[in-house]
């Protein structure tokens, strides 16, 4: 049952935002922005019981992943500015992104 409510939750906020985005692109972009996910995932894992220590290692994993997602997000507004498709700009987004990760990766294990 509880993890249909984080399902219910979690989509609600989501539809708000896509909403916002819908009449006001800015704030919309600014609203998706914030760290709705990172927060949530933290709540919910608080409520599920994880010891603060796994709630720190996973929000330093935000923090990692944060270059690459940067990455992704401009090249699909490049992309798209320039008449890329949708799924191309996402693909070339995600493709870049994967490259950080695993550069990243490689640098931890140095």
Request: a positive charge; hydrophobic letters at 60%.
């Amino acid at each position: 049952m509880f993890f249909f409510l984080k399902i219910i939750i979690s989509a609600l906020i989501i539809g708000v935002v896509t909403e916002i985005a819908r009449r006001f692109p800015t704030w919309g972009g600014i609203m998706a922005a914030l760290p709705l996910v990172s927060l949530l995932s933290l709540f919910w894992l608080s409520v599920q019981g994880q010891s603060p220590e796994e709630m720190s290692r996973f929000a330093r994993g935000v923090l990692w992943g944060f270059p690459a997602t940067a990455v992704l997000l401009y090249l699909v507004s490049v992309g798209l500015k320039h008449s890329l498709s949708l799924y191309m700009s996402v693909f070339l987004g995600i493709s870049a992104w994967g490259v950080l990760i695993m550069i990243q990766e490689l640098m931890i294990k140095r």
